[in-house]
């Protein structure tokens, strides 16, 4: 079945499906639209972009923390996890209804909304005195950002023409790339330089932008009003809780306890009920028919792979800096710039070319390069190895990672009808960031279990053989990509469903 793009709009349902036969050759970006005035490229990329790399900076800004966050609140290897997870987690949870009540209540309300969330549950981070305040705030923060990512990547799809559309989602996926690069300079040179709360209170002027630019800019497009699934919500929010919650408690309470085994198994039948009530139910928070579609299927295993892997390794690695290495919160962050700041110029390459080459081939070729870098540096994770011999395999891990972003997300929407898009977009972050918050939780489970600590002597123990998890998962996740549709069809985003 064909399915042809229509061009963004701030009319509600009813006006879409009375523009269903409006091309988009007819209607591109620039072209006025009768209702709104034409807005730059530049300008729509900005609104739509801005506030996501607000949310992806959070993420390794927050992992540079940790090591101040120990010393600062006492605060436990489990406790820095849920500084983490937290975010993950709430964010994991709630995407999909975000999707939702974007398309009932229109996108773009919902988008500057969470803006406004997040912006405030910064300024609550930056206010905590304890690790409980401050998890509460993460994952405030973690419910805005939930209606920030998907929506970010919907508006932008939806508010450029179709020829557009791989140059923007490159310049984003760019963007998403810089959030990566400079969330580790950013949190180093704000730590030092003044304190960890100031990590969080940057983010209040950049919302306050966000918020003015997005309301100027972009259309607030509307979907299918359907009745919001809070089944499916409260069963795989509780369900990923548990399920976490388990393999973050294992080592310390034993992985045969009552309360591991209940988050474990309870966790899974919760997840398992979720699936089962989204087949039945009339209005699904995940609609299991995009996964009959190949390119998006493997798409999200390759998204949750690589976030598993390559987010639980950079949560243990960057701490090797700082607590074996001896170096300060702004020297490590300098030290692993190789490998963040190489997406930010890969990514936006990535996307341009990826209708030429294929997503298939660039995803492969980054996910391997990525698992090799990572296995590199187990062998290098001792006291005594000098910083230049992490140079060439963190300059690699950063060309893999760039080189999975912006193809990864233009593998999601490449077959999907224009309708779908938001709730594909939806169901890949909420997938990536299961991934991450799993990596972690595994990651730091064999850290802790193979006798790591957070001391100079005892972290190489313990750190060695977590990265080794990472990149057998970012390896074994490549070989999955292989399975996704070759040639350049698969490359390019379509209208063709």
Same mark, same amino acid.
């Not at 009319?11 to 499906?17: D, L, M, Y």
């Given at each position: ?37 034409? @807005?730059?490229?530049? &300008? ?15 993420? &390794? ?5 940790? #090591? ?9 290897? +489990? ?104 969330? #580790? ?12 709360? =100031? ?14 630019? =997005? ?43 009552? +309360? ?25 928070? &995940?609609?299991? @028919? ?38 300060? #919160?702004?020297? =490590? ?14 990514? !936006? ?57 912006? !193809?990864? =997300? ?74 996704? !549709? ?12």
């Amino acid at each position: 079945m064909s399915t042809t793009l229509h061009e963004p709009s701030d009319a509600g349902p009813g006006s879409i499906r009375a523009e269903a036969s409006r091309p988009i050759e007819a209607s591109v970006v620039g072209a006025p639209t009768g209702r709104r005035a034409p @807005r730059a490229l530049w &300008l729509v990329l900005l609104a739509s972009a801005l506030p996501m790399f607000m949310a992806t900076l959070d993420n &390794l800004v927050m992992t540079n923390a940790l #090591p101040v966050l120990h010393t600062e609140f006492g605060a436990s290897v +489990e406790e820095l996890q849920w500084f983490m997870n937290a975010y993950t987690l709430a964010f994991a949870s709630t995407i999909l209804m975000a999707v939702a009540l974007g398309d009932r209540y229109g996108r773009r309300t919902v988008f500057v909304l969470g803006i406004v969330v997040f912006t405030l549950s910064s300024a609550f981070a930056a206010l905590a005195t304890d690790p409980g305040q401050l998890i509460a705030a993460r994952a405030l923060q973690g419910f805005g950002a939930a209606a920030i990512m998907p929506l970010s990547l919907t508006l932008l799809a939806g508010s450029v023409s179709l020829a557009r559309r791989p140059l923007a989602i490159g310049i984003w996926g760019g963007v998403a790339g810089l959030g990566v690069a400079v969330g #580790p300079l950013v949190g180093g040179a704000v730590i030092e330089g003044l304190s960890w709360q =100031a990590i969080f209170w940057i983010n209040v002027p950049v919302g306050i932008v966000s918020v003015v630019l =997005a309301l100027a800019a972009l259309p607030n497009g509307f979907g299918a009003r359907l009745r919001a699934d809070l089944i499916g919500l409260v069963l795989s929010g509780l369900g990923l809780l548990a399920l976490v919650y388990g393999i973050v408690r294992g080592n310390e309470a034993g992985w045969s306890s009552a +309360e591991v085994l209940a988050g474990l198994v309870g966790g899974g039948i919760l997840l398992l009920a979720f699936l089962a009530w989204e087949r039945r139910a009339t209005a699904p928070l &995940l609609p299991l @028919r995009l996964f009959r579609d190949r390119s998006f299927s493997i798409a999200n295993v390759v998204g949750f792979g690589f976030s598993f892997g390559a987010f639980g390794s950079i949560f243990i690695l960057i701490q090797f800096l700082q607590v074996v290495q001896g170096a300060s #919160p702004f020297e =490590a962050a300098l030290q692993t710039s190789p490998w963040t700041l190489a997406p930010m110029v890969v990514a !936006p390459l990535a996307g341009i070319f990826a209708s030429r080459i294929g997503t298939r081939t660039l995803i492969v070729a980054g996910l391997t390069l990525l698992g090799g870098a990572l296995i590199w540096l187990t062998t290098l994770l001792e006291p005594g190895v000098a910083y230049e011999s992490y140079v060439v395999p963190f300059l690699v891990a950063g060309v893999g990672m760039g080189l999975v972003f912006a !193809p990864s =997300a233009t593998a999601v929407l490449a077959t999907m009808a224009p309708d779908d898009h938001a709730k594909a977009s939806g169901t890949n972050s909420m997938v990536r960031e299961v991934g991450v918050a799993l990596g972690i939780a595994v990651s730091t489970a064999v850290f802790t279990g193979a006798g790591g600590e957070l001391l100079p002597d005892l972290y190489a123990v313990g750190a060695q053989p977590a990265v080794v998890v990472g990149g057998a998962v970012v390896l074994a996740t490549a070989l999955v990509a292989l399975l996704l !549709p070759a040639g350049r069809s698969a490359g390019a985003p379509a209208a063709a469903h």
